[in-house]
């Protein structure tokens, strides 16, 4: 019997259809000599460090850092009646079918499962490598399998990044939440990314408005700014006044009129990336939430082909199929029919920028499948009819001429030879790809300028404008000019689109020359994890949504000041992204990877592995001083408004102890506990106070011992020999009664 192993029941389903597996049985389908079962999702993970060693349950520095001689796995326990019919089935099969998602992340989730199994001797296992879910897809995908063992490199890729992330995760995480006493949550990639939302708020916030000055020459009915060498503004007032009395009503001449044909290249084809950007920008979904509309008409729908791909381009194979796909997309699209039409009148335009297969690795860009005719907008959601738009429009777009316009440059010297004025004036000849978006998205011309305003910075502005009647050498008489008083103005908050795209982009960050060109096209993440990392961020509470913005929490921003640069810096990130690549393609060496990683942890454990901490992180995500551990659990003891209280209070033992500042044991004796009182208790169990006055008036030292019990702290007192006496043993031992500190504690 072969069994095909799928990671969602859905895509088993279709997958068990179409080779006539129609029996249903308990976590499985049956017929025609196959079992078609699935893995809902991961069914298998790597172990929690107290599967390794029950002590590590306890989260402790001295215990840091977990570093498993090799890894274990172990089964999710909500998925562990799936795993065990899984395993089941694999143990009596004769050949085993990996039909998990065709990616990096699919093959770890197969390669886990079957790691935990085991296959008979002669068990033939292979791969079903698929971009499309259609019925015609999967069988030609069936008629054609690979052997496994040709995607090894791709999982040992996978399980790099995992067992890094697991290294990372753990041992990070445990360190600087024990050393702040808060619960601080650090991540391979999350991290640098939250730095970069942290940055760009700082940046923000940090921002001074400026005002500066430019002048604007009127001649006749042209428009043109003024120009001396490199600088076109002017940073007073004044001084802008007095140019525009000296300029007015001098003469010139055209010293420049050069006018050149340029076109405007049609946009790539989507990746995931660039259609979640679109999503975002055009309907303002997140991330993730285009991923999964995009997954669901990928598996559900069929109607477009695999969707976490990295890749903008198809392969040589595919150009048969773009003229059928058109018509295909003509027929139930009628708005887009002209353009389809005019697109087929002409050679299609199967440049580089369609068909690149040096660009294409595991999958090729998103297209529509053929079983786009079959669409019908009723079964579909909003959602999902918006963004499989997205992708027919993309695809027309892609197709379509190129936008050509004539650009026409000029410059008028002034006779006093130091200032020149310019202009900029563009006449479309054809608007091409750019009237195709503008009516097929019902957006005009400067109305599609979200994505433009993002990158907009304070550059000159350029007057478009058409040039008539004048002439190279042309005299000209300058009329007037106006002063244009503009102010600099901030960074925009990063949106997801621009979010995603700094995480694409992220070696534009590194400042090392060879590494940034090494890093060129690699970046935070993939384009299949980058919509998880950034709800993780919002999730813990680092990252918020305003409308559209993304926004640092008080604690995101907190926890960024507190991590090392190393861990939330972009460099090392990105390098890693760039070998697990190395690893897919067979040129990087997995174990050297890993013990890089190893040897990058250890290393930070032992620079922050400090028992010394002065400062945690309360609540509301300011520092407060600690001033000691906790004689009862060890944890850290943190200064409040109140009482020096214990932070295992947060923890599964939920720790009691607390010292009032305000004890009225100590009151009583004239004593109030300062955090260097409190700090020297906690270190030796007993605290000396000199020139204490009794109720007779007379001057007295006291040591004081704590003796925290089950719900209390107790004190009791013995005199201490007087600074001007021969230091000794105390003597006169007084009962103090054991008052207990049995104040209401301090709600945090």
Known sequence: MKLVIAEKPSVARDIANVLGAKQKKNGYLEGNGYQVSWCIGHLVQLADPECYDERLKRWSMDTLPIMPEVFRHEVLPSTKSQFQIVQSLIGKSSEIICATDAGREGQLIFEYVLHLSTPPKDCKIQRLWISSMTDEAIRDGFASLKDNAQYQRLYQSARCRSEADWLVGINFTRLFTIRYGTKLTVGRVQTPTL?????????????????????????????????????NRIDEKPQAEKLQRELTGMNGTVTKLD???????????????????????????????????????????????????????????????????????????????????????????????????????DHHAIIVTNSIHQYQPQ???????????????????????????????????????????????????D?????????????????????????????????????????????????????IEKKTTPPKPYTEATLLTAMEKASREIDDKDLKESMKGKGLGTPATRAAIIEKLINVGYVERKKKNLHPTQQGTMFIS???????????TAQWELELQEICDGKGNPEQFMQDIRRYVAQTVSENNTSDTVQAVSRKGTLRRVVGKCPKCGQNVIESDKSFYCDGFRMEHKCNFSLWKSNKYLQARGVTLTAELA???????????????????NSYNAIFYMEPGEQYVNFRMEFAPRQNTPQGNPTNPLNAGQIPNNQERDKR
């Open 195 to 231: 730095a970069l939302i942290v940055e760009r708020q700082q940046a923000i916030d940090n921002f001074q408005a400026a005002p500066y000055y430019q002048l604007q020459g009127i001649f006749g009915t042209l428009r043109a700014l003024w120009h001396r060498g490199n600088v």
């Open 259 to 361: 006018t050149a044909r340029k076109t405007e290249d049609r946009p790539l084809l989507f990746d995931l990336t660039e259609l979640q950007r679109e999503a975002n920008r055009r309907f303002g979904y997140t991330a993730q939430e285009t991923l999964s509309i995009a997954q669901s008409l990928y598996e559900k729908h069929k109607l477009i082909t695999y969707p976490r791909t990295d890749s903008r381009y198809l392969t040589t194979d595919m150009k048969a199929q773009i003229p059928q796909l058109l018509k295909k997309i003509a027929s139930v699209y009628p708005e887009s029919v002209p353009f389809i039409q005019k697109i087929a009148s002409k050679k299609l335009p199967l440049d580089k920028r369609i068909i690149n297969d040096s660009k294409v690795s």
């Open 431 to 483: 608007e091409g790809w750019t009237q195709v978006e503008q009516v097929l998205t019902g957006r005009t011309g400067a109305a599609n300028t979200q994505q433009a305003d993002e990158q907009k910075d304070d550059k000159d502005e350029d007057y478009q404008q058409i040039f008539t009647d004048i002439a190279l050498n042309q005299r000209v008489h300058l009329d007037k000019v106006n002063i």
């Open 562 to 572: 507190l991590v090392p640069e190393s861990i939330r810096q972009v460099e090392m």
């Open 379 to 429: 079964k579909l959601t909003l959602r999902e009819n918006n963004v499989l738009k997205l992708v027919m429009i993309r695809m027309i777009v892609a197709l379509s001429d190129k936008k050509v316009y004539d650009e026409t440059k000029l410059e008028i010297t002034m006779d006093n030879q130091k200032d020149i004025f310019k202009a900029t004036g563009r006449m479309i000849v």
């Open 679 to 697: 700090q020297e208790l906690l270190a030796n169990g007993k605290m000396q106070v000199n020139n204490l006055t009794s109720k007779a008036g």
